[in-house]
């Protein structure tokens, strides 16, 4: 079993930033692809960002981009996600996933289903 820990949420006014954190509790980071996903009250979880195991390759979500930067921190063991010019809508639960690697070091995942292990989730608020 796997156990993904989140951490570096909280409560910011619009335009800040914050970096949120990933760590695996006895395991190493390198060998899992990870993607953050984010759950705003009332609605579906949706994707945020994703990056190989690698740390080659990376996607992040239309409603993201050019704001948020996911990447990889082996050294610290950890994933993070780099949130600038933070907006209410991303006012959210926040939650990192894994997926162990099989010959795919360079793919990332989008989807939910594609991620057999999840974090219990951060929450970040921004206000106006």
């Known amino acids: 079993q796997v156990q993904l820990i989140e951490s570096g949420g909280g409560l910011v006014q619009a335009g800040a930033s914050l970096r949120l954190s990933c760590t695996t509790s006895?395991?190493?980071?390198?060998?899992?692809?990870m993607g953050w996903f984010r759950q705003a009250s009332g609605k579906e979880r949706e994707f945020v960002a994703a990056?190989?195991?690698?740390?080659?390759?990376?996607s992040t979500a239309e409603a993201v981009k050019g704001r948020f930067t996911i990447s990889r921190g082996n050294a610290e063991n950890a994933v993070f996600l780099q949130m600038n010019s933070l907006q209410p809508a991303d006012t959210a639960v926040y939650y990192c996933?894994?997926?162990?690697?099989?010959?795919?070091?360079?793919?990332?995942?989008?989807?939910?289903?594609?991620?057999?292990?999840w974090g219990q989730g951060t929450q970040v608020t921004v206000s106006l």
């Open positions: 996933a894994a997926k162990r690697w099989w010959g795919k070091a360079d793919s990332y995942y989008s989807g939910q289903n594609d991620y057999p292990y």
């Open positions: 006895g395991r190493t980071v390198s060998n899992y692809a």
């Open positions: 990056i190989s195991a690698s740390g080659s390759s990376t």
